[in-house]
């Protein structure tokens, strides 16, 4: 099961860099995307704090996104 | 009994397995193929990856629950060297004072402290960025020692970012108080995620993660409870029993929308399921406003439900009628829905020559967890029939950061 876990991402990824595709939003485009309060990690600090609160009141763990890894903590 | 534990204790401060070579030597074992693959796929380089931003948060948090205050500093401190490496390192505290519940019901109310460290190093290369990150967390019946490794990549003209990560970690484990006790637990993370820009207004953000453990998986501490004749109320306890493997997928879907004047409105799902038979879904709204020049303010909605594991019980019938046997209030069925407020203001602190721009932040969340099934023995009534337990918590961050 783990073998396939891991084996999927590196074939998915196999697939993608074969590929080319014309964006469809180009880089003068992206001027609002670039506003950092379009970004998904803002304040890492705050997030790591807040990912550990709910980690160690709830049963769910993982795909938080930003860095995770794991704190050890019951 | 105690000073032969304060012994022990120190004994492995002085003594920890160099955390480097644990990290080595597990990542030698055959799994680095993959990272090393990935980076010399021919034709992966398409777009460049940027290193994070210079910058450093100092915060200050609290958590209010349940009989249970965390509260504690925690500093980070990123700064780039030359054009393709960024190191960043993290000092973490949580000084913990612990009447809970659980705690009230089967034991004495506890302090501890935990402090965790972490080091890493992210490395721009051919247009990949590639990331190595080393975190220990310490307390005195729990060692905690991980390392990960990530790789990134943008691709189809920077609308796509594809993101591998592979974690690996050793936990000791020991009970305060029972020098004899002495335990083990690895874990590993799998992570694949990806960043797409669907929209000149629209990003979408899917993470999966898989994540395995093995070893001593229970809280040390926590005791089950059956009904028993014998007992002057009724009931009695003995330490829970939790299988020793367990494996769990995560799968999350982020969305965020710039709106037509200037803020954002995110949305993110999570479902997740382990091997324990635990199901459970959160969801979350969020709107960004900045006012003025230098105010953001931050509202969000949470709403997260569990099934509880299949070997959870409230009240088991009699003593051992099953061979895994929980009563963690964590392993329950339960939901929990937080409102979170969060407001910054933006700084130029002009004595600092050094220093870009600065951010003085204030966040504050609160959390409501209703239980269906798991009883507050405290409140009294008919064994097997008192009240459900809920409490509420209020989280505070106060941080101030700095980019230069």
């Known amino acids: 099961m783990l073998t396939n876990h891991r084996l999927l991402p590196v074939l998915l990824l196999l697939a993608l860099s074969g590929c080319s595709i014309e964006p469809w939003v180009q880089p003068y485009e992206r001027a609002r995307l670039a506003d950092p309060i379009m970004s998904f990690e803002r304040d890492p600090v705050a997030n790591g704090f807040r990912h550990h609160v709910y980690q160690t009141r709830e049963a769910a763990r993982g795909a938080e996104g930003g860095g995770g890894g794991g704190c050890g903590c019951n | 009994m105690a000073p032969k534990v304060v012994e022990e204790a120190a004994v492995a401060v002085i003594k920890p397995r160099a955390l480097t070579q644990r990290i080595a030597s597990l990542l030698s074992s055959g799994r680095l193929w ?10 992966f380089s398409l777009f460049a990856t940027v290193l994070p931003e210079d910058r450093a ?13 965390v509260d504690g500093p925690s500093i980070l401190v990123r700064k780039s060297v030359m054009d393709t490496v960024s190191l960043s390192a993290n000092y973490y505290v949580d000084s913990i004072s612990s009447a809970s519940v659980d705690v009230v019901s089967t034991a004495s109310p506890y302090t501890e402290e935990r402090t965790e460290s972490s080091l890493s190093l992210d490395y721009l290369h051919n247009k990949t960025l590639m990331s190595l990150a080393l975190t220990k967390s310490d307390e005195s019946d729990y060692l905690s020692e991980t390392g990960s490794v990530s790789i990134s990549h943008d691709m189809f003209g920077d609308l796509t970012t594809v993101s591998l990560g592979y974690s690996v970690g050793n936990d000791d484990i020991s009970r305060n108080g029972d020098a004899d006790f002495g335990d083990q637990v690895k874990r590993q993370n799998y992570r694949v995620s990806l960043s797409q820009i669907l929209t000149k207004n629209t990003i979408l953000g899917v993470g999966w993660e898989t994540i395995t453990d093995e070893g001593f998986l229970n809280n040390p501490y926590r005791s089950y409870r059956y009904l028993d004749p014998l007992a002057g109320n009724g009931f009695s306890y003995l330490p829970e029993v939790y299988p020793r493997t367990r494996t769990s997928n995560a799968l999350a879907f982020r969305l965020k929308y710039y709106l037509p004047y200037r803020a954002a409105l995110s949305s993110e799902y999570r479902y997740f399921n382990d091997t324990w038979g635990i199901d459970a879904n959160n969801f979350e709204l969020a709107y960004t406003h900045p006012f003025r020049e230098k105010w953001i303010f931050d509202i969000r909605y ?18 051992a009628p099953q061979t895994y046997l929980a009563r963690d209030k964590e392993l329950s069925s339960f939901q929990s829905h937080t ?22 932040n204030l966040a504050y969340d609160y959390i409501r967890f209703n239980y269906d099934d798991f009883r507050d023995l405290t409140r009294g009534g008919v064994v097997g029939e008192e009240p459900f337990y809920s409490f509420s918590a209020n989280v505070i961050k106060a941080y101030v950061s700095i980019w230069y």
């Open chain 2, 34 to 43: 993959l990272l090393l693959m990935l980076v010399s796929l021919p034709g």
């Open chain 2, 57 to 69: 948060d100092v915060m200050y948090h609290r958590y209010d629950g349940g009989g249970v205050e």
């Open chain 2, 302 to 319: 949470r709403y997260y439900t569990q099934d509880g594991a299949d070997f959870y019980s409230d009240l088991f019938s009699r003593r």
């Open chain 2, 339 to 360: 409102l979170g407020l969060a407001m910054s203001y933006e700084i130029k602190p002009g004595f600092l020559q050094f220093v870009d721009r600065g951010t003085l």
